[in-house]
């Protein structure tokens, strides 16, 4: 045990629930269990959504730990990491290579691992095409990275001038805007080489109307990946059209441990970028008035660095990284 652990932490109980968490986080290990040998007092490591698992049920056993009826949920179910020490189940924590800058690897542990496992789920393989709705976001960013870094061709679909630039930036080699398309499903299906539409279409998008449309642009023998979470939303798909195409509709959820030390070593041979501010604990509360202002932005999984005018006209382009030790 080492000696600058307290033994006892302050704790506040407020009759309110649902308000912000935080379950992503790589640190130093301070402290291990007496049956824990295979992690060292010194080493790196990440605590992931998923904290733990019973690991003896059908789907521990092949590898789907987060469908584990006994999950454990950080910031969910347990306690998160917001917090200067935390806890994470020996199994389940990621093991993170000590060249490897722990508040860059931290957007990887969420957001990179969501979207990689996507991508494999998708069957996708090199030199076939893939489309990702919301690529100009935090998930979508990170998709499209994974994507060429797996030998993927990359559509990025999303809308505005600064989303094409940066998307382009990241591997996409044809953009698809939207807002301002007269025929989505046509024009998606045009960025592809004989017009048949891409090999899988990855949906982190933030609204309904794009899951609608995306097994109507997918190729036959297609899969289409759901990711994203709007709120209230519904997959809808034409049955005869989903039929005849033999096309695939099926969600995914995140990584297992082996989908978590796959994702971070492509983070670590430099194949993904994750540009971030560092802030203290202590200025959480900046942050979160901050993301009122611009709702779109997501603590840790938005894409571009930050400038200060950003911050000051409430436009955040960008993600945060907290150091609970600040």
């Not at 093991?95 to 542990?109: C, E, F, H, S, Y």
């Amino acid at each position: 045990m080492a000696p600058n652990i307290p033994e006892k932490q302050w704790a506040q109980v407020i009759e309110k629930t649902g308000g912000p968490v935080e379950y992503k986080r790589a640190g130093v290990v301070v402290a291990r269990g007496e049956l824990v040998h295979d992690v060292e007092i010194g080493d790196h490591a990440g605590v992931k959504w998923l904290n733990g698992s019973c690991l003896a049920c059908q789907f521990c056993q092949e590898g789907y730990e987060p469908l584990c009826s006994e999950a454990l949920l950080s910031g969910y179910t347990v306690d998160g990491t917001f917090q200067q020490y935390c806890i994470g189940k020996a199994a389940h924590v990621a093991r993170i290579p000590k060249d490897v800058p722990l508040d860059g690897v931290a957007p990887v542990l969420c957001a990179g691992i969501t979207v990689y496992k996507g991508l494999k789920e998708s069957g996708a393989r090199p030199g076939q095409t893939v489309a990702i709705v919301g690529a100009g976001g935090g998930l979508g960013s990170l998709a499209c990275q994974y994507a060429k870094a797996m030998g993927l061709r990359v559509i990025a679909i999303d809308a505005g001038d600064e989303k094409k630039e940066m998307t382009s930036k990241l591997g996409a080699e044809h953009f698809v805007d939207f807002s301002k398309s007269e025929n989505v499903v046509k024009d998606v299906q045009a960025a592809t080489e004989d017009g048949l539409g891409p090999h899988a279409v990855i949906l982190v998008a933030v609204n309904e109307k794009p899951f609608q449309q995306a097994a109507e642009y997918v190729r036959p023998k297609g899969t289409v990946v759901a990711i994203g979470l709007p709120a209230g939303a519904y997959l809808r798909a034409p049955v005869f059209e989903s039929v005849i195409k033999m096309i695939t509709i099926k969600g995914s959820y995140v990584g297992n441990r082996k989908d978590t030390s796959e994702a971070i070593d492509f983070f670590r041979r430099g194949l993904i970028k994750a540009p971030f501010k560092t802030i203290g604990m202590s200025e959480l509360q900046k942050v979160y008035d901050l993301m009122r202002k611009c709702p779109a932005f997501d603590l840790l999984t938005s894409p571009a660095a930050l400038t200060s005018s950003q911050l000051d006209e409430g436009k955040i382009a960008g993600r945060y990284v907290v150091d609970t030790s600040k």
